[in-house]
């Protein structure tokens, strides 16, 4: 999978396309997905320019997991989950769906199944209430 700077990630990444953010650093954002496959799902994407893992560096990789594990944290105990699915694709076969490393935090409840990946917009207000939920967690994580 080739990087393209006008991928959606990036574009939020430049201020271009809004998110709902949960949390950054210098070098990670981490927001709502707008199409989640459970309630309490966040993207975590480096703000190093990658399509995929293999080209990213090692401090931007390191980073990533960091906030990665903080975010699953929070929403563990923001959301009382069952589980917490952490997944990150590389290219299309992979199911990869949008050309910036990114990597999915999503709750995960006995007996109740994913929804499918990217078929529909969640509320504003819904993706607002769970993401204010999640932040405040955040803080002793």
């Known amino acids: 999978m080739t990087y393209d700077d ?8 430049r201020g271009e396309l809004p998110c709902i953010k949960v949390a950054e650093t210098d ?24 399509a995929e893992i293999f080209e990213l560096s090692d401090a931007a990789i390191v980073a990533s997991i960091r906030m990665t594990q903080r975010i699953a944290t929070a929403v563990r105990a923001a959301l009382n989950p069952d589980g917490v699915f952490i997944g990150q694709f590389n290219g299309a076969a992979a199911g990869q769906t949008v050309p910036h490393v990114h990597f ?15 078929r529909e917009i969640a509320a504003q207000a819904t993706l607002e209430n769970l993401a204010r939920r999640i932040i405040e967690h955040l803080s002793s994580t």
């Open 27 to 50: 070098t990670t954002l981490a927001f709502m997905d707008l199409m989640p496959q459970a309630d309490g799902h966040v993207l975590v994407v480096p703000k190093e320019s990658a």
């Open 104 to 118: 999915h935090v999503i709750p995960r409840w006995e007996g109740v199944a994913l929804r499918l990946h990217a």
């Open 6 to 13: 006008s991928n959606p990630f990036a574009r939020i990444l």
